[in-house]
């Protein structure tokens, strides 16, 4: 099949699951087989929370059924939700992207057209219109039959609507049967593979009624041999709109149920092999801005290291992960300005910058309470004893408490050389901090200890031109970034 011959010919090269940065590859190959093996008239609902990434899943389901010889179809009900009739909307994106894969089967489709401005026949003056334009590029005829009938008797209107629904029942036995021809077209004269498959997007993001009518238009129109329809939608969520039409103690999930004969479930990404292969461009920030601490001596793998860590335990989804990072490297971009300005370099606890932008996001009263002289402890993060490694007692509670305490001003007590308490005012990375010895974090923080007395030496600073930045230098610049959504 050419590249060109279907309507998101972009997508074959762009959207592949060789390229998944979400590691879906071994899932889609499954999924593609098993919907492969339907051929009965089939509706799988795609079940995936709201930034689980349904959309790119499906882009990538689009172009590994069209590489195995597939027609299929994408339609993003989003896209047409401001359309009244989803049936006009599901018909022509059928047919039109259809007859851009097989350029030859145009005249395949008059029949199932026929019966289709049928169904919708006298419904009201502006569905048949956009019907017939959608079908036949002329709404007259449509409107035309729709006047005629509303401006009849009231005997030649019931007697209408009475022939008019007789019809409309033929009418969609007929679709089924032209629909079941076609697919046979499509593979005996065309070469094609069946099923035909259908991908439904963004379903749950449509006004309610529509979401419904569009379900009700997929099962009693197109469900038919050699046509399965792949419907992907955060459920719950789609629970919720049906129960704002029909009430809240509407048992909106046996509903659902009517019009689904299996569920899939997209599984929570895989946010490392995704993290890994984000690209944070560093070249502009070496010697004018350093990131601290280091858990390695390749600075994207700190960040990406830490960001898995803050994402597991703020349990972010994947668009929250895409939001993080995107307001990280505006934080550090504002941070080059500031070492171009002011000629200072900038030493930033990576660690506490993301987590500042989280706490922002979540409205967190830690981000307004913690100060320079009161550094503020979320308490409720000790919930997420997450380990941070194999080999060693650490876990990410106690590695928040030591970077965010550590990220404001204060004093600390411990033996001098002499075996006497001293009292040194510290920030930055100090393995002693508010009666606690978080020494054991050696094993994979490298350079714990960052004291105003060593004048910055861990960072070559000699005469005072490196800026530390304390818990308010966060706080600006991350409440800037916060206008980014």
């Known amino acids: 099949m050419a590249v060109s011959n279907c ?10 699951f060789d390229n998944c940065k979400l590691n879906r590859k071994e899932y889609g190959e499954f999924l593609t087989n098993y919907i492969k093996g339907e051929h009965d008239g089939f509706v799988l609902n795609l079940n995936g929370a709201w930034g689980t990434g349904k959309t790119e899943f499906l882009r990538r389901l689009y172009s590994h059924l069209i590489s195995e010889g597939h027609p299929t ?29 097989n350029q030859n089967i145009g005249g395949e489709f008059d029949k199932v057209s026929e019966y289709l401005g049928k169904v919708l ?64 077209v499509l593979e005996r004269n065309h070469g094609k593979s069946l099923p035909v498959v259908v991908l439904i997007d963004e379903l749950d993001r449509c006004r309610p009624n529509y979401a419904i009518e569009m379900l009700e ?44 004969n299996r569920e899939a479930r997209l599984a929570e990404p895989d946010l490392e092999h995704y993290l890994k292969l984000q690209e944070v461009d560093l070249t502009p920030y070496p010697e004018k801005v350093v990131l601290y601490p280091k858990l390695t001596n390749n ?20 668009r929250d992960v895409d939001q993080l990072i995107d307001k990280l490297k505006a934080c550090l971009r504002s941070a080059l300005y500031a070492e171009q300005s002011s000629n200072k370099v900038q030493v930033i606890n990576i660690f506490s910058l993301l987590v500042g932008i989280v706490e922002f996001d979540l409205k967190s009263k830690s981000f307004d309470e913690r100060k320079n002289d009161k550094p503020y402890i979320d308490g409720g993060l000790y919930k997420h004893n997450i380990p941070l490694d194999s080999h060693s007692e650490n876990v990410f509670s106690e590695l928040y408490e030591l970077n965010m305490y550590n990220s404001v001003q204060h004093n ?45 030496a861990d960072f070559g600073d000699k005469a005072g031109t490196a800026k530390v930045w304390l818990w308010p230098d966060y706080q600006k610049v991350i409440k800037l970034a916060g206008n980014l959504d």
């Open 7 to 16: 309507k998101y010919s972009d997508w074959l090269q762009e959207y592949t």
């Open 412 to 456: 600390i007590e411990y033996p001098d050389s002499w075996g006497d308490a001293q009292k040194h005012l510290v920030y930055g990375i100090h393995s002693k901090t508010h009666g606690k010895d978080y020494s054991h974090f050696n094993g994979i923080i490298k350079k714990m200890s960052l004291e105003i007395k060593s004048n910055l």
């Open 299 to 318: 600075t994207k793998n700190n960040i990406c290291q830490y960001t898995i860590w803050v994402a597991k335990a703020y349990e972010l989804s994947l």
């Open 121 to 184: 026949k006298g419904s009201f003056i502006g569905g048949a219109g956009l019907l017939a334009k959608h079908l036949t590029g002329d709404s007259a005829a449509g409107i035309e039959a729709a006047k005629a009938l509303f401006e009849a008797s009231p005997e030649d209107f019931i007697s209408s609507v009475k022939s008019n629904h007789e019809e409309q029942v033929t009418a969609i036995k007929n679709i089924r049967e032209e629909l079941e021809l076609l697919a046979e």
């Open 217 to 260: 238009v997929i099962k009693h129109f197109f469900t038919t041999k050699n046509f399965v329809f792949v419907v992907a939608t955060d459920t719950t969520q789609l629970q919720e709109s049906i129960k704002s039409v029909y009430g809240s103690n509407f048992d909106s999930n046996t509903y659902l149920k009517r019009f689904f």
């Open 73 to 101: 179809v994408y339609i993003d009900a989003w896209e047409s939700d401001f359309s009244e009739i989803p049936l006009s909307v599901v018909a022509s994106e059928l047919i039109n992207q259809l007859s851009t894969i």
